[in-house]
């Protein structure tokens, strides 16, 4: 049973447009959502984070929104740039302990084409 | 120092073979973890250490014994492993308290482990 789901595997777009990513969850007990960016043969890297209290956090290029209704959240790459290419999981934070796991989703491999 | 470094980057065993994953940071994180990833799947958690004690253990089998000898480091003895263990490990580290959930984990690049 997937608690954090990302339906689409890839995704491709052009340089300078804009790289939608979407990922849902089910538990609604999830009090933060993070999003990691993978190269090939490199750990997950940490991108931006959004309490579960917000709907819309921006760094840069990346910003994060989330809609708890529907239990949805997106990242929103401006503009997209080849660098950008890699694989990027949504994860969720369970529960209000301290040091406590992130339930990843899939992944989803995002292309941008020059 | 920024970064989390495991060894080594790749290891191969037989099931009958004794052998040790090993992490280390430098960056004063007082949380540690071990997750898997196996091919097209998202990684997977094993077990966290928080100030050096083991807080989580995703029931994770006998055959993986974590250790985390001081702060900085984190160890993962496998012994008697099965080919369906063959996997991406991957170290993590975290802020202590509640750090993790705004800025995340360090991950390690990870040791591509293979069972024969």
């Known amino acids: 049973d997937q608690q954090v789901k990302q339906n689409s595997p890839s995704l491709s777009v052009q340089e300078g447009r804009i790289s939608i990513l979407n990922c849902d969850y089910t538990?609604?007990?999830?009090?933060?959502f993070l999003w990691y960016k993978k190269y090939p043969a490199e750990g997950p890297t940490f991108l931006i984070s959004?309490?579960?209290?917000?709907d819309k956090n921006e760094d840069g290029r990346f910003t994060v929104f989330l809609n708890k209704s529907a239990k949805h959240l997106s990242l929103h790459i401006v503009p997209s740039q080849p660098g950008d290419s890699a694989v990027y999981f949504c994860?969720?934070?369970?529960?209000?302990?301290?040091?406590?796991?992130?339930?990843f989703g899939q992944g989803t491999t995002l292309q941008v084409k020059p | 120092d920024t970064e989390v470094t495991q060894t080594p980057k790749h290891l191969v065993m037989g099931m009958t073979n004794k052998k040790s994953l090993k992490c280390e940071q430098h960056?004063?994180?007082?949380?540690m973890y071990w997750y898997k990833q196996k091919a097209k799947k998202p990684p997977e958690l094993m077990f966290v250490?928080?100030?050096?004690?083991?807080?989580i253990n995703e029931s994770v089998p006998s055959r993986f014994s974590p250790e985390c000898p001081n702060s900085s480091l984190l160890n993962l003895h496998l012994h008697a492993l099965q080919p369906e263990d063959s996997a991406l490990y991957l170290c993590?580290?975290?802020?202590?308290?509640?750090?993790?959930?705004?800025?995340?984990?360090?991950f390690g690049s990870g040791t591509r482990l293979t069972v024969v």
């Open positions: 993590a580290s975290s802020q202590g308290g509640g750090g993790y959930r705004l800025y995340g984990y360090t």
């Open positions: 538990n609604s007990m999830f009090d933060y």
């Open positions: 959004i309490s579960s209290i917000k």
């Open positions: 994860a969720a934070s369970v529960g209000s302990s301290n040091t406590g796991k992130l339930i």
């Open positions: 960056m004063g994180h007082r949380a």
């Open positions: 250490y928080s100030y050096e004690k083991l807080s």
